[in-house]
C-alpha cells in the first residue's frame, strides 16, 4: 500500500493537486491562485478501506473542476469505487452521462475504472472511502451502474450509512487487529446493503435481479405444500445466493420466509372459503405446516379468527 500524503490549510493549489493525484487518481485540473485556495487531505487505512477527509475554500467566487479521461485511467490502473459523504457545502460529480450533486448528509459514489469530472463549490468538506472494486461487487453485482447517483440526506438508509462512517472513522483511532478486521466486513455488509436498497429502483440493470425476485416468489407459490423450503434451498432453486435472495427481498421490507408464510396463509384461508378441504388438518398439510397449533395460532393472528371457525361457517 503506497503511503499517503496529507495537505494542511499553508499548502498551496500545486501540493493539493500532486496529493489527490498520488493519493486517489491522476486528474486534469485548472489551477486556482493560492491567495484564492485553501485546503486540508488527512487520510487513514481501516483494513483494505481507506478513508480521507477532504475540504477546500475557494475565495473570488471560483470552483475548482478536476476531470479523469481514459489516458489518466490506463496510466494509474486505478480500479476502487469511492464512497463520498457531503459534509458541508456541495461537490458535483459527472460520470455515466449523469450529474449528482453531494449535498451535507448526502453518499453518492464513483467509479474510478470510468472518466469522471469533478466540480469543488467554493465550500466543500467530504468524506471519502476508498473501496477496492472486489469487496463491492462481491455484494452488488450491479454496482457500477450506480455511479453518480446521490442517496439523499432524508432518507434513514443516509443517515444509517454516515453514523456508521463516523464509527469507522473514530475506530481508527485505537485500531485492533481482530476487531478492525470484523468491523470491516460488517461496514461493507451494511453499506452496500444500503445503496442496493436505495439505489436499485434507479438502475436498469437492477431490472434482472427484480425479475430474479418475481421468479423466487413464483417458484414459492407453486411449492406452498414443502415444509422443507428454507432460504438456502429457495437461493439454489432460482440460481441466487443466499445473501442476493436476502437482499432482494429485504428491498420489499420482507424476507424470504416472511414471504412465504403470508402467502401460506393467504391460500389456506381462501381453500377455506372456497371449501376445498373438509378437515383443518389437510389444510394445514397441503400448505407447509408441520405443527397444528402453530398453524391455528398463525392464522388467527392473521385474519381475525382460527381455521375451525372459518371450517364451521359452511
Avoid at 257 to 264: D, N, S, T, V
Wanted: proline share 5%; charged share 25%.
Amino acid at each position: 500500500m503506497i503511503p499517503f500524503a496529507s495537505v494542511g490549510p499553508e499548502d498551496g493549489f500545486d501540493h493539493w493537486h500532486q496529493v489527490t493525484c498520488r493519493n486517489y487518481s491522476h486528474t486534469e485540473c485548472r489551477a486556482i491562485p493560492d491567495e484564492c485556495f485553501s485546503a486540508t487531505v488527512t487520510t487513514q487505512s481501516f483494513g483494505k478501506l481507506i478513508l480521507s477527509n477532504i475540504s477546500s475554500r475557494i475565495r473570488s467566487g471560483n470552483e475548482l473542476g478536476l476531470w479523469r479521461e481514459p489516458a489518466h485511467i490506463r496510466k494509474d490502473g486505478r480500479e476502487e469505487f469511492f464512497l463520498w459523504v457531503g459534509r458541508e457545502g456541495k461537490t458535483m460529480l459527472e460520470q455515466h452521462g449523469r450529474v449528482a450533486t453531494l449535498l451535507p448528509g448526502q453518499i453518492m459514489l464513483m467509479d474510478q475504472t470510468k472518466p469522471f469530472k469533478l466540480v469543488f463549490g467554493e465550500i466543500s468538506a467530504t468524506t471519502l472511502i476508498i473501496v477496492d472494486r472486489p469487496q463491492l461487487t462481491s455484494r452488488v453485482p450491479w454496482i457500477e451502474a450506480a455511479a453518480a447517483r446521490a442517496i439523499p440526506a432524508d432518507m434513514p438508509w443516509s443517515r444509517l450509512f454516515v453514523s456508521l462512517v463516523d464509527s469507522v472513522v473514530s475506530a481508527t483511532q485505537t485500531p485492533n487487529r481482530i476487531s478492525t478486521a470484523r468491523m470491516e466486513i460488517m461496514a461493507l455488509d451494511m453499506w452496500a446493503e444500503i445503496l442496493d436498497l436505495a439505489l436499485a429502483g434507479d438502475s436498469t440493470k437492477a431490472r434482472p435481479y427484480r425479475q430474479k425476485l418475481q421468479q423466487a416468489q413464483s417458484f414459492l407459490r407453486a411449492n406452498l405444500d414443502d415444509p422443507d423450503l428454507d432460504n438456502d434451498v429457495i437461493a439454489r432453486a432460482v440460481n441466487l445466493s443466499s445473501r442476493t435472495l436476502l437482499r432482494l427481498f429485504a428491498e420489499e421490507g420482507t424476507t424470504p420466509m416472511r414471504w412465504l408464510m403470508q402467502e401460506r396463509l393467504r391460500a389456506s384461508h381462501q381453500a377455506l372459503e372456497h371449501h376445498r378441504f373438509e378437515r383443518v388438518t389437510d389444510v394445514a398439510f397441503a400448505f407447509g405446516f408441520r405443527n397444528l397449533s402453530h398453524f391455528s395460532r398463525s392464522f388467527k393472528a392473521v385474519h381475525g379468527v382460527s381455521p375451525q371457525q372459518l371450517l364451521r361457517r359452511r
